[in-house]
Structure formats: C-alpha cells, structure tokens
C-alpha cells in the first residue's frame, strides 16, 4: 500500500515536507500540536519522517482514531 504523503489542514493540503516543518515548529516553539486529518476520512493523521520497513516521509493515523476501512491506513 501506498504512503500517505498529503493531508488537510485548516481546509487545505499540507504536503509531508511543510507538515514535518509545521510539527517540530510547533514542538519547538511549544505550540499546540498541528490539527493535521486525513483527506480520505478526516481522522487525525501525523507525519512521520521515514518507517521501519525503509518507507519514506509519510502520513500515519493516529492511535485510537476510528476509521478501519480507509484505503489510506497502514495499520
């Protein structure tokens, strides 16, 4: 399955580059976490800089978040 390497933030798309930007910022600055969702679903999703099976930069849901049937999910 394909990484997820977009996603909606604030009723735009945010590509993986700019959103990794936007959460160590936010991390830094000790800001309130990104609101970044799914375009699919609309869950919560955050990016991840690379995975342990060699993937590059991509888009995780968050734990707990409801959406089992999103082609987007890679869990």
Known sequence: MAKAT???LEGGTVYI???LRLRDEAVKRRRPY???SCVEC???V???NKSTTAAGP???HRRGTK???C???TD
Do not use: V
């Open 67 to 69: 959406s089992p049937n």
């Open 6 to 8: 977009n996603c909606e």
């Open 46 to 48: 955050q990016p991840h």
């Open 42 to 44: 609309g869950e919560l």
């Open 17 to 19: 580059k700019d959103a």
């Open 34 to 36: 990104p609101g970044f």
């Open 58 to 60: 991509h888009f995780e």
């Open 71 to 73: 082609s987007r999910r």
